[in-house]
């Protein structure tokens, strides 16, 4: 058992469905309580091939392929399963396949010669007396990412809200495949850039299966120190950031500062402050300090607890957070949200559930809520944050114990007409990525999904019949990737 | 109400006390290059750069490319390149992001006595993400808080760019973003400058050629500071912004 879900299939032995059967079969697995991971597609000799992954309940991955002339396309899955709909919209943007029957089939984030349309985005409109559209974006008033979001509004009451996303898309997914697998790491963990251990471990360990690596244990461990630390850093950048939008400044110094301590920890084991350099397919590039984690642990988990008294236990935070820009558990699962938005709305996804490998000898426990409003995401968020401290605590005494790391060993030839698939749980929730090879073992594909590409629309859903004013706090509730989301 | 007390007795004071020579333990920052000659005809640190920021022999390495990623360093068998803790490594001129064999050289920021002059007790920043990976923005970001705390130097992020005097850029600048950019700048009030933010902003880093990507406006606005890194310390910036201002 590895730490991460890695799949891995001879393409041999991929069985590949004319897309009737396939489509059928992919309802008969919903039905069973199959949950879409992930759709892509490339184009092949024959047409498109197109590609599903459905997670069952042991974990285990279920792959599916069928090849589709494109102009003739086929019946839409969304539909069936609206959790789709954007690896869908991206099938027919990037690869030009018809979806009959798809409900919302617009851009999703504009792509080669239909950047240029972007301002012709076709939004949806709300028409009545009193009703005015609000548009925000692509520049938005803080430090962040840019996207545009345009709301449908009676005064501060919000009908609708649509995201529009596409601002951030450099061609992740064409450079991935212009370059050497083996050196791609560095790109990876820019893909969303506040998780660049979870993507680069995803990678890396897509690439070990292919080249028939298996790192040591105290490989295992310090990548997922790395990911607890990450998640950890995040989390409190989170909470730093709900604090700041609720206008409560003690804890939000406080929360802001002890991120500082995290990531300074995770500087102090690899020489960046995001783990940049850190993981590298075949091994990693860390110099062990367990006492400078153990030392940081404890200082987070006993200021953290005290910041954490202060916000949770604040009158004017409750009043703030709670019922605002909720979801049902119905709605999160029709969705397909995955990760901390999943669990907010009391729907318990973790890819470390279960796991092996570095997570096998110290279970993390999975925690959920079941309000689905930006109070339950600031609960998953804090209880997750003091999980993974106590996981770290634990950790660092083996960090200590497994003595000087290795250098990375270069990884050799990969496996040719292989497709893996690997999933880390990132502190948003699952990233996942597909390596295929060909018939010369070279990568052909290199699919990347980020969380945020799945959560965009509990954001939108969320937000109806909402205060305007309330969609900041909601907006970093959910604390999304607009890069990992464009590519 | 005790907890607040708590909370504040724990909090203490937290700020840098000089952003500008604090060096932070463990960051993997300024390289140097020896002046060992490289193996005859050896190329192993230009092989592995995922950026190409790396000429040889001689070697030159070109910080305005550099992701800081480390992999050089092992890679020579000279053992000529080491990065060092050092933060100092924003400069004005692009050029002098180029490090050369020989001891650390610390670039100079200079925006000129005019905007020295104007700018020197505050200073106003608009940000424009343009296809950056979250990780200078959030570096950025960081700049605002508790350990960092630029505003007690007078520097603020402002949400108008009517408001600003500079325009800090991060990202490669995508071409969807490339008209918002230049809107941005269009609506600042003259005397204003451009600050590239990141090995992506400063050369396209790990974007260079990528299709999605658009450098056009850096070719009409070039910047009058570069400030390296991927992401760049907090400290880079800092020193960056507070030399840019004679302090």
């Given amino acids: ?487 | 109400m005790w907890k607040l007390l708590q909370l504040r007795r724990e909090q203490g004071r937290q700020a840098i006390a000089d952003l500008r020579t604090a060096r932070p333990e463990g960051f993997r920052g300024l390289p140097v290059i020896a002046t060992t000659p490289c193996a005859e005809g050896c190329q192993a640190c230009v092989d592995v750069c995922p950026t190409a920021a790396i000429t040889a022999p001689p070697a030159q390495l070109d910080l305005g490319r550099c992701t800081l990623c480390g992999a050089c360093a092992p890679a020579c068998p000279s053992g000529k390149i080491a990065f060092t803790t050092q933060t100092a490594m924003a400069a004005s001129e692009r050029t002098a992001l180029v490090v050369s064999e020989g001891p650390a050289r610390i670039p100079d920021v200079d925006i000129g006595a005019a905007l020295r002059a104007r700018f020197g007790r505050s200073l106003k920043l608009r940000q424009v993400s343009a296809g950056g990976c979250n990780g200078c923005e959030l570096e950025l970001n960081a700049l605002a808080n508790v350990n960092f705390d630029i505003g007690r130097h007078g520097i603020e992020w402002v949400a108008s760019p009517r408001h600003a005097d500079a325009l800090v850029v991060s990202g490669p600048i995508t071409k969807t973003m490339a008209d918002a950019v230049q809107l941005a700048w269009d609506a600042m009030a003259a005397p204003r400058f451009v600050i590239a933010v990141g090995a992506c902003a400063i050369s396209g880093g790990l974007y260079d050629g990528a299709p999605g990507v658009d450098r056009g406006f850096f070719d009409r606005q070039p910047p009058l500071i570069y400030v390296p890194g991927c992401p760049p310390h907090p400290l880079t910036i800092a020193r960056a912004l507070l030399m840019a201002l004679g302090r």
Wanted: charged content about 20%; proline content about 5%.
């Fill in chain 1, 1 to 487: 058992m590895t730490s991460l879900v890695v799949h891995a299939v001879a393409l041999d032995d991929l069985p590949v469905l004319e897309p009737r059967a396939w489509r059928n079969w992919v309802k008969g697995e919903l039905l069973q309580g199959g949950r879409p991971v992930m759709l892509w597609g490339r184009r092949g000799e024959a047409g498109v091939e197109v590609s599903i992954a459905l997670q069952r309940a042991d974990r285990g991955l279920d792959v599916l392929r069928t090849t589709v002339d494109p102009a003739h396309g086929y019946f839409a899955l969304t539909e069936v399963a609206p959790a789709l709909h954007a690896c869908e919209r991206e099938l027919h943007e990037t690869l030009g396949v018809r979806l009959t029957g798809h409900p919302w089939l617009k851009p999703l984030r504009f792509h080669g010669q239909t950047q240029a349309d972007m301002a012709a985005y076709p939004y949806y409109r709300v028409d009545g007396k009193c009703v005015h559209e609000v548009a925000v974006g692509p520049i938005h008033a803080g430090v962040i990412e840019p996207g545009s979001f345009r709301f449908q509004c009676s005064g501060e009451l919000v009908h609708h809200l649509e995201i529009q996303l596409g601002y951030q898309h450099r061609g992740v997914e064409a450079l991935l495949a212009a370059r050497d697998p083996r050196r791609s790491i560095p790109l990876v963990e820019t893909i969303a850039g506040d998780a660049s251990v979870a993507h680069a471990w995803a990678t890396c360990a897509a690439l070990e299966r292919l080249a028939g690596v298996e790192v040591t244990p105290a490989v295992e461990l310090t990548r997922a120190i790395l990911l607890e630390l990450e998640r950890a850093a995040m989390h409190l950048a989170g909470l730093a950031g709900m604090a700041t939008d609720v206008g409560f400044v003690p804890a939000a110094s406080t929360y802001g500062r002890l991120r500082t301590t995290a990531i300074n920890t995770t500087m102090r084991l690899c020489g960046s402050r995001f783990g940049r350099g850190a993981l590298r397919p075949g091994g990693v590039v860390v110099t062990p300090d367990a006492k400078a984690v153990a030392a940081a642990v404890e200082l987070l988990t006993a200021h953290g607890a005290t910041a954490d008294a202060c916000f949770f236990g604040a009158r004017v935070v409750q009043h703030r957070l709670q019922g605002v820009g909720a979801l049902t558990t119905a709605q999160a699962q029709q969705i397909g949200l995955v990760g901390l938005a999943a669990r907010a709305c009391g729907v318990e996804i973790d890819q470390r559930q279960g796991a092996g490998g570095a997570y096998a000898a110290r279970p993390i426990a999975v925690h959920t809520e079941p309000s689905g409003d930006c109070w339950a995401r600031a609960r998953v968020r804090s209880r997750e944050l003091a999980a993974s401290l106590a996981w770290l605590a634990a950790a660092a005494g083996a960090l200590g114990e497994a003595g000087p790391l290795p250098a990375p060993t270069p990884i050799g030839a990969l496996a040719p007409s292989q497709l893996v698939i690997a999933l880390a749980e990132s502190w948003r929730g699952e990233v996942v990525h597909a390596l295929e090879t060909d018939a010369a073992g070279r990568v052909v594909r290199h699919k990347v999904q980020d969380p945020s590409l799945r959560n965009w629309l509990g954001l939108a859903l969320g937000l109806r019949d909402n205060e305007i004013s309330d969609f900041p706090i909601c907006n970093k509730s959910y604390d999304l990737s607009y890069c990992g989301n464009d590519l």
